[in-house]
């Protein structure tokens, strides 16, 4: 099955930083990669799918981008309420793996 | 618009069978999306358990194959998970959600939406 690597596993950041985290796939995967923002006790939200696209509803402040191996989530300008932990989410073959996870914190 | 909710015991003992069931609203699980189980232990990340089509077609995550069975009651508009053999490992959330849309040439998969999910724990 294919591993999928985030980093950094946390982060700190100020209010109106750009933040990017980077996942990283075992093999090629195209653009077959989402990624979710979740908040404690709450379930995951999709924000990305398909490596780039903004999924209903979510900020614009969100982005994605990458394929094949290499992919970047990217908030342009952070704001007190992205406080969450974000997952990518590979899909190959209908087996998915996620990342372990990147815990976003405020400075 | 799309809801999950999950349903089942919130205490298993180990040995036991973990049963769940997720019921849909808003829309027919007939309507040719698969459906899928994932699960997250206390404090720690998202792992999936296995999707399942209306017609019946099954995928399961390698290493928990072996222990899972998931099925789906059209008529009831529901599907189900069954995990045999349980252990404290197991103690964990149970997410079920809606994922991929399968085209004769595609099949995009992410999950969502998601059910608000229901904890089980795996103790005597």
């Known amino acids: 099955d294919i591993q999928m690597t985030q980093s950094p596993s946390s982060l700190s950041a100020s209010v109106g930083d750009r933040v990017a985290i980077s996942c990283r796939a075992s093999l090629d995967i195209s653009n077959y990669l989402n990624w979710y923002q979740q908040k404690p006790g709450k379930p995951p939200k999709l924000l990305i799918y398909a490596a780039s696209n903004l999924g209903t509803g979510v900020p614009s402040r969100f982005s994605g981008s990458g394929s094949g191996t290499e992919f970047t989530f990217t908030i342009s300008s952070l704001q007190p309420e992205d406080i969450a932990t974000y997952y990518c989410q590979q899909y190959d073959h209908l087996l998915p793996t996620f990342g372990q996870g990147t815990r976003l914190e405020i400075k | 618009q799309v809801q999950l909710q999950e349903s089942g015991p919130g205490l298993v003992k180990p040995s036991e069978t973990l049963a769940l069931t997720c019921s849909v609203s808003g829309y027919s699980i007939s309507s040719g999306y698969y459906w899928g189980w994932i699960r997250q232990p206390p404090g720690k990340g998202l792992e999936w358990i296995a999707n399942i089509h209306h017609s019946g077609t099954t995928y399961y995550n390698p290493s928990l194959k072996s222990r899972v069975v998931i099925s789906v009651d059209t008529s009831k508009n529901n599907f189900s998970l069954k995990l045999i053999s349980v252990t404290a490992a197991d103690t964990a959330v149970y997410y079920c959600?809606?994922?991929?849309?399968?085209?004769?040439?595609?099949?995009?998969?992410?999950?969502?939406?998601w059910g608000q999910g229901t904890l089980v724990t795996v103790s005597s």
């Open positions: 959600a809606r994922g991929a849309y399968c085209s004769t040439t595609s099949c995009p998969h992410w999950f969502d939406p």
